[in-house]
């Protein structure tokens, strides 16, 4: 599986947005780009996923350089319950393993 | 509340000694996944079922089982425990066998042994 570089940690202030990066540069042309977070204490939550195209939903946006060698996930205002651990995951759909492999994620801390 | 429900929320139990860890999917998910979260390891992925068949192997240790039934629930067997056992244990589902989409993870079961 292709791996992903992120930063140990970040801080944001409350009500600013936040942009967190990720490197992939042996990205395969088949390899979505899955975010996902996991706050103080309970399971995973799924953040966005994309392939090519910049992706928005409710939570965030995931802009994806033209390359694929490298993604950003943007909180467009941070609220103290975004702190949390956000991982970057590469998953080639539906390859025989249907499983995230998560690294070690960036830690954010959003101050008030 | 994702939908996926795990039970028990806490277990203590000693070495050499076997639990079991029970996980219900969301309704209507047919995957199933296990992950084991230990602070020096992180989040590990175990094993998928589909449909109640064995799907993917992860870093799943040969004490550990794991099977999905007709109803789709699944069930992590764990026996012979050590001390290095002690972890949350986190199950996931998801509809289709490959994860293009989105993995509804439960909130854990914490196992401690002691």
């Known amino acids: 599986d292709a791996k992903t570089t992120q930063p140990n940690s970040m801080e944001s202030n409350e009500e600013e947005p936040v942009h967190l990066p990720c490197n992939h540069s042996?990205?395969?042309?088949?390899?979505?780009i899955h975010w996902y977070r996991q706050l103080p204490s309970q399971g995973p939550e799924y953040v966005i996923h994309g392939l090519t195209s910049n992706v928005n939903n409710r939570m965030a946006s995931l802009a994806i350089a033209e390359d694929r060698k490298s993604s950003t996930l943007i909180l467009h205002r941070a609220t103290l319950r975004d702190a949390a651990v956000y991982y970057c995951i590469l998953m080639n759909y539906g390859g025989s393993q249907g499983n995230l492999i998560f690294g070690k994620g960036t830690k954010l801390s959003v101050k008030p | 509340d994702s939908g996926v429900t795990q039970t028990p929320k806490h277990l203590i139990t000693a070495t050499g000694q076997r639990v079991t860890l029970r996980c219900s999917p969301r309704?209507?998910?047919?995957?199933v996944y296990w992950y084991q979260q230990s602070l020096d390891q992180g989040l590990q992925f175990l094993i998928q079922y589909y449909n109640g068949e064995e799907r993917a192997k992860g870093n799943i240790l040969e004490r550990f089982s794991a099977q999905q039934f007709p109803d789709l629930h699944s069930e992590l067997n764990l026996s012979s425990l050590e001390l290095g056992d002690s972890a949350l244990y986190f199950c996931?589902?998801?509809?289709?066998?490959?994860?293009?989409?989105?993995?509804?993870f439960g909130e854990g079961s914490r196992l401690t042994v002691l």
């Open positions: 309704s209507g998910d047919l995957s």
């Open positions: 042996t990205i395969s042309g088949t390899d979505y």
């Open positions: 996931a589902s998801s509809v289709d066998r490959g994860v293009a989409g989105e993995l509804f």
